[in-house]
């Protein structure tokens, strides 16, 4: 789902590959032990956590449903989808193969497809199909949490509790996916758990060689804010009012855009600035870079909080529209901070096929 946005960076990052030279002699093989062990695979474990418990409630709720069952339900889609939210553009790696990245959440959606699915596998006397190893190869559509939203929170999502037709097979294809969701999120674990396990992988993990893998672990965030910017804000905001698509906003069901927009920004933040993040490689002449980073960082940050909730509404909203511009305003300088000014000073040096990965 990110090609076409992977591939305009790779525009860029091919130019940066010819004019970029390293700061400093940087020693990507400590850096990128250090980024896996204490920020990518801890990340991926929190997310396995939280499925796991989906999984849990959604055996609890398949059994016995309730209206208290339905609303941890709702609670624990919030959990992973937080989780996820702070994980998705780590691709290096087991995410971006086997197409786990579309399976955990397919979005945007191509041809308004998920609703027909759903309502195929709902129609669907073959109960077979929602047996793990056989759900693992249906439409990436159904697989992850855009279908299960739409069953936790469509327009028709409390048939769930109706005691009808509908209820067990809903109950059913909610316990598939969650299950779906969870062995996804430990296939993920295990594979970085494995990798930061011995310090050789870690300091090249999925790629070649150190420099490779800190390029590809860089490119994930500079994709994360492409994807950002133009997918998840100008999206939905489009370019006059009358061009809003309100229900092009992520997870605008649950009433989560926002929300999601503002954890994928502090995601991207600590990956960047924090304490394991990549401004460790800056040498001591770029505090004047540092700042840069950190205050464009928080100006992102703030217009994030200052939108008005929920997105779908505000892009419709002429004053609401008006901060929804801030905001992307404050991203695309930060996504230009990050794709021209920063990779130099880094010592990063991208190329085509560092941000296309595996191509999956």
Do not use: C
Not at 32 to 47: G, I, S
Not at 100 to 123: C, H, M, N, T
Not at 126 to 148: M, N, R, T
Not at 150 to 158: F, K
Request: no cysteine.
């Amino acid at each position: 789902m990110l090609k076409g946005f992977v591939s305009r960076i790779a525009l860029l990052a091919s130019w940066l590959g010819v004019f970029a030279t390293p700061a400093q002699a940087a020693d990507f093989a400590a850096f990128n032990q250090d980024y896996a062990t204490n920020l990518v695979a801890p990340a991926f474990k929190t997310l396995a956590g939280e499925t796991k418990k989906l999984a849990q409630l959604a055996d609890d709720f398949a059994a016995a449903p309730t209206q208290d069952g339905y609303a941890a339900l709702q609670v624990g889609f919030d959990s992973v989808s937080d989780a996820w939210m702070q994980v998705e553009f780590f691709r290096l790696g087991p995410l971006g193969a086997e197409q786990r990245s579309d399976r955990f959440e397919y979005w945007p959606e191509k041809r308004s497809i998920i609703d027909k699915q759903l309502q195929g596998l709902l129609a669907s006397k073959d109960q077979g199909a929602l047996a793990p190893e056989k759900f693992a190869q249906a439409s990436v559509a159904v697989q992850g949490l855009p279908a299960l939203e739409r069953l936790l929170h469509g327009e028709d999502a409390r048939q769930v509790l109706s005691a009808g037709p509908e209820q067990k097979p809903r109950a059913a294809l909610i316990r598939a996916i969650a299950h779906n969701l969870d062995a996804l999120a430990h296939e993920l674990n295990a594979a970085w758990e494995k990798a930061i396990a011995d310090p050789k992988v870690a300091a090249a993990p999925f790629s070649a060689d150190p420099n490779e893998a800190a390029a590809q672990f860089y490119a994930g965030l500079a994709t994360g804010l492409e994807v950002v910017s133009d997918q998840k804000i100008a999206g939905p905001r489009g370019a006059t009012i009358d061009k809003a698509k309100p229900k092009a906003a992520e997870q605008w069901r649950s009433g989560r855009s926002l929300k999601n927009i503002a954890l994928n920004l502090a995601a991207i933040q600590n990956a960047m600035t924090g304490p394991h993040g990549f401004v460790r490689l800056l040498g001591t002449d770029q505090d004047a870079l540092r700042k840069e980073l950190t205050d464009a960082f928080n100006a992102a940050n703030a217009a994030a909080a200052a939108a008005p909730q929920p997105l779908d509404a505000a892009v419709a909203d002429a004053e609401g529209r008006k901060k929804i511009g801030t905001l992307l305003i404050a991203v695309n300088h930060l996504r230009d901070l990050m794709t021209q000014k920063a990779p130099p000073a880094l010592g990063i040096s991208l190329g085509f096929n560092e941000l296309d990965g595996d191509g999956s």
